[in-house]
């Protein structure tokens, strides 16, 4: 099984090829072992690439300065691959699954339940916070685990509210360790790292690129019971992580606020689309105790 990892780590770094590539390459050889016996034109036919991308993909697999850096990955940072057995179980199902996940803290919070993602607007009101302490704290106070993507505003608001009360919360990024994003947030990365978990579906030397933000919000939505959204405007990306949270079949959960302000029409729109409407912690707590806890029990 460690060869078959290692190789499914060096796959997923090559270029040439997407997440799609590398699942047509797992439904026909789950060793991974064929693939690097394979010549360019064989590997486009087979994996229905251009031969760009084939010729690309063919050279990383023999690309030594490539291998050495993996190695140093692997020494410096956890590295998950969906063959490991310590791979999130709620992850595996969801659309997309990530094939790797690149940790930096406690992977043992990813075994952790109950788990709620909160996210929201990068421009949140006056109010935001209070609606925080209200909902999120005692609920990281019950042990749950506060999942989010370390974004401005609402996001980092989530983990600092986790870290002041000496509670659990993981980060998931929109691109690799070595480009944090956003810069002012470098701080709040270390202090995650140090008491909870950052992971990253993209390598260390990766910097984020626009689209890599939907894409992570699959993982956000996907490693938790349930989405909480605190405040979001009519239009705002809150929303992607919204849909991919009902298309996971996982709980959404909307905070209420003054139709008088931007930050809480995209709220009360959810609310109208049948989000659940929540204004004290027990509204989150008893869908827990009710249908939580038996999906997460796999």
Not at 29 to 47: G, I, N
Request: hydrophobic letters at 35%.
């Amino acid at each position: 099984m460690q060869s078959i990892r290692n190789r499914l780590i060096h796959i997923h770094r090559c270029r040439g090829i997407t997440r799609k590539t590398i699942q047509r390459i797992l439904h026909d050889d789950p060793t991974f072992k064929r693939v690097y016996e394979l010549r360019p034109a064989q590997l486009s036919r087979l994996l229905l690439l251009s031969m760009k991308n084939a010729i690309t993909f063919y050279k990383d697999l023999r690309n030594d300065a490539l291998k050495k850096q993996i190695k140093q990955d692997v020494n410096q940072y956890t590295i998950i691959t969906i063959v490991d057995e310590n791979y999130p179980h709620v992850l595996k199902p969801i659309k997309d699954p990530p094939f790797v996940l690149y940790a930096k803290g406690n992977p043992l919070l990813l075994q952790h339940s109950p788990v709620l993602s909160v996210i929201g607007t990068r421009n949140p009101s006056t109010e935001a916070l209070l609606k925080m302490k209200l909902i999120v704290k005692p609920l990281v106070e019950k042990d749950w685990v506060i999942v989010s993507g370390m974004a401005k505003g609402i996001d980092s608001y989530a983990h600092k509210l986790a870290l002041s009360y000496t509670g659990k919360t993981i980060a998931v990024l929109g691109g690799g360790f070595n480009h944090i994003y956003p810069k002012q947030n470098f701080t709040l990365f270390n202090q995650i790292a140090e008491k909870g978990l950052v992971l990253s579906e993209y390598p260390p030397n990766v910097p984020p690129k626009r689209y890599h933000f939907p894409e992570r919000n699959r993982i956000i939505s996907g490693l938790s019971f349930g989405t909480l959204v605190i405040e979001a405007t009519e239009r705002s990306g809150t929303l992607i992580t919204v849909d991919q949270a009902l298309d996971q079949g996982r709980e959404v959960y909307a905070v209420p606020g003054s139709p008088l302000i931007p930050q809480t029409k995209g709220c009360h729109q959810m609310i109208q689309d049948g989000a659940k409407l929540v204004q004290t912690v027990e509204d989150i707590q008893e869908d827990w105790e009710t249908i939580g806890s038996n999906f997460f029990s796999q």
